[in-house]
């Protein structure tokens, strides 16, 4: 019996794009996945396949798989679809059980450490999984299922059109938006979340578009 099912290794492949393990624009092998794996090339196919479906990877022809590379306008179309979710499932949030404040605010301490020490494969995870902790604790697994996917590929947008990395940021925002809820301010936390996604989004550089078609050619 294979240790890992198709959704596990679906799974798999998008942490290590929320780690900026593989990134936009790469190749993933069938083969080489199903030794990594240690599973049928088909399982793996079918894993791509699901993948295909979410929107983090595409067949290009007689070449093989690859992530995507979202254009300009899906970056933005992106942070649209954060600013109209996340503001929004906060709106009713209420005053959260201490249980879920005090693993907030163990994320956000430890986003700090991993910004502090450099792991910037550590910083990524913490910050984008941010959103997705929030959503969970927040009990609603339909929002979560849908922030662990919009994260992901805000991740893959972040490699492609945000030329500065702004982490320190995020993650006083990130702080400020647990107090505002462990203090039962709905809307002031609200209020903070939409100003931190115009700030990721404010971030995107329509510059880097050409760069990135320049490469979609060439390839």
Known sequence: MAKFSKSKIAEKLVQSILSAE????????????AEFFGVSRTLVREALIELQTRGFVEVRPRMGWYVVEPSFEEARE?????????????RDAGKPLQSVILSLRKHVADEKKAIESGNSAAR????????????????NRFLTAMMHDLSARTTLVSALYQSTNEA?????????IVEALAKGQSAEAERLMREHIHFLEARL???????????????
Not at 24 to 32: A, C, N, V
Not at 168 to 176: G, T
Not at 209 to 218: D, G, I, L, R, Y
Request: include cysteine; glycine fraction near 8%.
């Open 22 to 33: 593989i990134t936009p624009g790469d190749r993933l092998g069938e083969i080489k996945l």
């Open 168 to 176: 320190q940021v995020s993650n006083n925002d990130h702080a400020m």
């Open 124 to 139: 990524s995870v913490l910050l984008a999984d941010f959103h997705v902790c929030l959503a969970e604790h927040l009990g």
């Open 78 to 90: 992106t942070y649209a679809a954060r600013r109209v979710i996340e503001p929004g499932m906060l």
């Open 205 to 219: 550089d329509a510059t880097l578009a050409n760069n990135v078609e320049m490469k979609k050619k060439s390839g």
